[in-house]
């Protein structure tokens, strides 16, 4: 197809979202590049593996991306593009940020709160920079603040619906009823359209067919979270994978996360334990703007840590609305051949 975003191009208009902790890093990112599309690495403690994780935790973090994004670019075999999902709330945001730009990746999508001083981290570098919204009033304050301020605009889009995994851009109430994916895509692409800056949808989309309607509405692509979960290449361990692969949406939940918004996870026995009991971190590494240690519910960094390791029982599992589809581990090269096909073009 190859779509070009500013000056780099790629052959198909799919980004694998940034999944934390972990769950992409350099395997999966490289995987997804190495077939003409966009991986993400996510930039949330990649340095989890790390024996000083808990002592010296930006080093560790620094240390531990830099191995997944030599690894991811490896892979690649310098297809596609290689990118990186920082989270605004994230305490240690513009040290990663910073380090990003040292690195060099091709692009820096943000989300988790709105990353109005991203245009002034990254400069002048040759980076690719886009912003993740749920609403276009979030996408017109950001490019208002951007344009006066730095004479920017974004590189490109994320839209991210009410279905997706991991934390979500709406309150619980909002969550029921008001305006669907496809109806924010022709708000959103509509308002973009002259900026000529191209929009990713994302949030329950899933095959060759969601991109084909997406791409009719006025998108440019699409961005796929669950889905990569199921595959060989998925940086997590297999019982993470399997719990998706095997989860339906009846065990999907909406929880309160520390990061002061919600998010969806499937229900297991650790959202079980912290409906009764609080479960703060013993070695609590900061690691998020919202959240007050002495007060939180659980911590974030632990639960999500203890999943991507396979300690499913005491672990958070995010995952999107359409979990029920992921049915079976397979390989990354065989989704983006089958939504290529799906949507025509093969
Ligand atoms: C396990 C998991 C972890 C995620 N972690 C992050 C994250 O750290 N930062 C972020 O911006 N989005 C995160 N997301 C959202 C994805 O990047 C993606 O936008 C979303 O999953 C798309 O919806 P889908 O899962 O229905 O495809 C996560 C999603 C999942 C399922």
């Known amino acids: 197809m190859n779509i070009r975003i500013k000056d780099k191009v790629i052959e198909y208009p799919i980004i694998q979202g940034g999944m934390g902790v972990g769950i992409s ?99 002048d570098e040759d980076i690719l920079i886009a912003p993740i919204v749920s609403s276009l009033r979030a996408l017109k304050l950001i490019n208002r603040i951007w344009s006066k301020k730095y004479n920017r605009l974004p590189d490109f889009v994320v839209l991210e ?18 305006k669907g994916l496809e109806e924010l895509t022709v708000e959103i692409a509509e308002y973009l359209k002259d900026k000529e800056i191209p ?30 979960i199921g595959t060989y290449e998925c940086d997590a361990d297999e019982r993470f994978k399997d719990l998706i692969i095997n989860s339906g949406k009846e065990d999907l939940v909406i ?39 002495k007060t939180t519910q659980f911590c974030i960094s632990d639960a999500l840590i203890n999943a991507v390791k396979g300690n499913i029982d005491e672990g958070l599992i995010f995952a999107g609305s359409n979990v029920d589809r992921v049915e079976k581990k397979v390989s990354v090269k065989s989704i983006i051949e089958s939504i290529i096909e799906e949507y025509g073009e093969i």
């Open 25 to 123: 890093l350099g395997r999966l990112s490289g995987a997804v590049a190495r077939e003409g599309a966009m991986g993400t690495i996510s930039m949330v403690n990649t340095g989890y593996k790390e024996k000083d994780f808990y002592r010296n935790t930006l080093e560790a973090n620094r240390r531990g991306f830099k191995r997944e994004l030599e690894l991811a670019r490896r892979l690649s075999q310098g297809k596609g593009l290689v990118g990186v999902n920082i989270m605004v709330v994230l305490n240690q945001y513009e040290e990663l940020v910073r380090q990003a730009v040292e690195e060099k990746v091709d692009y820096i999508i943000s989300g988790a709160g709105l990353p109005l001083n991203l245009p002034e981290l990254v400069g």
């Open 199 to 228: 929009l990713f949808v994302a949030g329950s989309v899933f095959d060759g067919y969601d991109l084909r309607k997406y791409r009719g509405l006025g998108a440019t692509g699409v961005q796929i979270g669950t889905r990569f």
């Open 255 to 293: 929880i309160d996360s520390p990061v002061g918004i919600p998010g969806r996870a499937i229900m297991n026995n650790f959202l079980r334990e912290i409906e009764v009991e609080r479960k703060p971190s013993e070695r609590c590494i900061n690691c998020l703007k919202t959240c007050n240690p």
């Open 161 to 178: 619906g009410k279905g997706a995994g991991g934390h979500l851009g709406y309150k619980r109430d909002e969550l029921e009823g008001g």
